[in-house]
């Protein structure tokens, strides 16, 4: 309810800057006392993990894992860290966050900047978790060998994680979307798939991919995908095209999220869904700022959904909101369960 009153001040801060100011202050309070929104009709299963509700946090809100249990003090029943890279890197030159408040959205080209994945991981195991976490892991930008990478990001986060996301969708780091294609991408996924195996420990594996592709690109990601294990996909980053933006700052090169990304969105889902069969849970990622959105997301077809650039313009109050919204429209159209809602659109 206060959101309204601080959001002023917030939007007079340098972007980067109310970032992390809101970072510390949910560090701070913990999520004392509050947890995700949990009802019988809400839970679901993806991948083999029970999710208390659908609505994650997207990685890159917290990067570096230090507001785990804050966020899931927000409602949220899933939070995603990172990307994590393995050695800490800082990212691209500031400013690098621009607010697009005309358009109700964000365009960052940050550069997977964070403090490396051996500094954030004692954060992730000490939080208390009171929902799934997701570890987000990426190469980094002078890798030379960036499938090694990603293999030591996945071993190291598969002993701590509940799921880990492989992020090849940025477009801040050159070169990294080639992943997504072809021989890359069997080769990058088969390495992802044994270095997930720890023990007895076998995380499931995520693969994030990005809204900027064509038929056969999207094609060919469902194959290789289904082929070697995935057991879900996050659908999707954010974008380099630009639909028509009102704000001052929309000329400004870097990745577009929020609201003008959200038909591009849906339209990955659908394509997605068609080319895995429904075989592969989807999650649905990009312009959802609503029950209402969230829920057309589900009855599109995805498993799960996920926020950020939302948060910036609805509040800290937004999954909780969206968590309850959806559950009195499960219950207004006799859906006993999340899962039962899924791809019936």
Do not use: C
């Amino acid at each position: 309810m206060l959101f309204p009153l601080l959001r002023p001040a917030l939007f007079a801060l340098d972007a980067e800057r109310a970032h992390g100011l809101t970072i510390t202050a949910l560090a701070a309070w913990g999520g004392r006392g509050r947890g995700p929104v949990d009802a019988p009709i809400l839970r679901s299963s993806v991948a083999g993990l029970d999710f208390a509700n659908p609505v994650g946090l997207a990685a890159g809100v917290d990067k570096d894992g230090r507001a785990i249990d804050g966020f899931f003090g927000l409602g949220f029943g899933s939070v995603e860290i990172g990307t994590l890279t393995p050695l800490a890197q800082p990212g691209n030159a500031k400013p690098r966050i621009f607010r697009l408040p005309q358009d109700r959205a964000i365009i960052n080209r940050l550069g997977f900047n964070n403090g490396g994945i051996d500094a954030a991981l004692p954060r992730a195991a000490a939080a208390a978790r009171a929902g799934r976490l997701g570890i987000n892991v990426g190469a980094n930008k002078d890798a030379s060998d960036r499938v090694r990478d990603y293999a030591t990001g996945v071993e190291k986060a598969a002993a701590i994680a509940d799921y880990v996301t492989i992020n090849i969708s940025s477009p801040n780091t050159p070169g990294l979307r080639d992943l997504q294609h072809g021989a890359a991408l069997t080769e990058l996924l088969a390495a992802a798939d044994a270095a997930r195996r720890i023990g007895d420990k076998r995380p499931p594996l995520f693969l994030k991919v990005a809204p900027d592709l064509n038929a056969r690109e999207i094609d060919g990601i469902a194959r290789a995908a289904l082929d070697q294990g995935v057991d879900a996909l996050i659908v999707s980053n954010t974008t380099l095209s630009r639909p028509s933006l009102r704000s001052s700052n929309a000329k400004e090169p870097g990745g577009l999220s929020g609201a003008p990304l959200a038909a591009l969105a849906r339209t990955r889902l659908a394509n997605f869904r068609t080319a895995t069969g429904a075989a592969l849970p989807l999650i649905s990622v990009g312009g959802i700022d609503s029950a209402d959105e969230a829920y057309a997301r589900i009855r599109a077809g995805a498993s799960l959904v996920q926020l950020y650039s939302a948060l910036v313009f609805e509040g800290p109050g937004l999954a909780r909101r969206i968590a309850q919204g959806l559950a009195e429209r499960l219950k207004r159209d006799g859906f006993a369960s999340v899962g039962d809602a899924v791809g019936t659109a």
